[in-house]
């Protein structure tokens, strides 16, 4: 079974650009979260979707965060314009229940640096 | 093997019971979390440490570098601390972060 993959691995842009990342869970979760991780600080929790639906997005951090996972299957988190603060690793875990026994697989991760 | 291993995998206990969910990992880290899932939710971040022990309400870190090894305990359990604890290690020089599978806690009344 394929893990939770994220694309690209890395991402270099100019401040006020456009960046979309790319998640894709595990096949048959309906859940999917989305985590940044700001360098040598906590992981901080942006949103959970259960198949298409925004179950939760009280992390995202402003209006120039749009997330999204039409057809319940992939999920992009797009920043536009990206601003110096969004620097950091984007991490997607997906989990098939949402009960206390399912498990958050997470995805390598994407490393975004605006410059 | 997994970088990083939890146990116990599954845990009951009763309230007011001390708890203790135990962390080893296997490479150079700078850093480590202790992270909190409820049912259906995201996750928390409870603590991040590199060294010590740190404490928050009812809840206390501790990590030892040289043994590679971090316990998160909980003192006089509630049913409301049922969750997954989940372990997570920043690698040495590199910002990838590796995640254990997570501890299963149900404390019952």
């Known amino acids: 079974e394929a893990g939770v993959t994220q694309f690209p691995s890395h991402s270099v842009i100019e401040k006020g650009q456009t960046v979309t990342l790319r998640c894709d869970p595990i096949s048959g979760h309906d859940n999917l979260y989305w985590y940044r991780?700001?360098?040598?600080?906590?992981?901080?929790?942006?949103?959970?979707?259960?198949?298409?639906?925004?179950?939760?997005?009280?992390?995202?951090?402003?209006?120039?965060?749009?997330?999204?996972?039409?057809?319940?299957?992939?999920?992009?988190?797009?920043?536009?314009?990206?601003?110096?603060?969004?620097?950091?690793?984007?991490?997607?875990?997906?989990?098939?229940?949402?009960?206390?026994?399912?498990?958050?697989?997470?995805?390598?991760?994407?490393?975004?640096?605006?410059? | 093997k997994n970088e990083v291993e939890q146990s116990?995998?599954?845990?009951?206990?009763?309230?007011?019971?001390?708890?203790?969910?135990?962390?080893?990992?296997?490479?150079?880290?700078?850093?480590?979390?202790?992270?909190q899932q409820h049912p259906g939710g995201g996750i928390v971040s409870l603590f991040m440490l590199s060294s010590g022990k740190k404490k928050h309400g009812r809840l206390i870190a501790t990590i030892n570098i040289q043994e590679k090894h971090s316990s998160l305990h909980i003192t006089a359990s509630h049913p409301r601390d049922s969750a997954v604890y989940i372990c997570a290690v920043d690698m040495d020089n590199t910002d990838k972060l590796i995640f254990g599978t997570g501890t299963r806690l149900q404390v019952f009344p």
């Open chain 1, 37 to 115: 991780r700001v360098m040598g600080k906590e992981i901080k929790f942006l949103l959970h979707f259960v198949k298409e639906s925004k179950q939760d997005e009280s992390g995202m951090p402003n209006n120039r965060f749009l997330a999204e996972r039409t057809g319940g299957t992939y999920s992009t988190l797009k920043v536009q314009p990206a601003e110096l603060e969004d620097s950091g690793v984007y991490f997607c875990a997906s989990s098939r229940l949402a009960t206390l026994t399912d498990t958050q697989y997470f995805g390598p991760g994407t490393r975004l640096t605006v410059l």
């Open chain 2, 8 to 35: 116990p995998q599954n845990l009951t206990a009763q309230e007011g019971e001390f708890i203790t969910i135990n962390c080893s990992y296997s490479v150079g880290i700078s850093a480590l979390h202790w992270l």
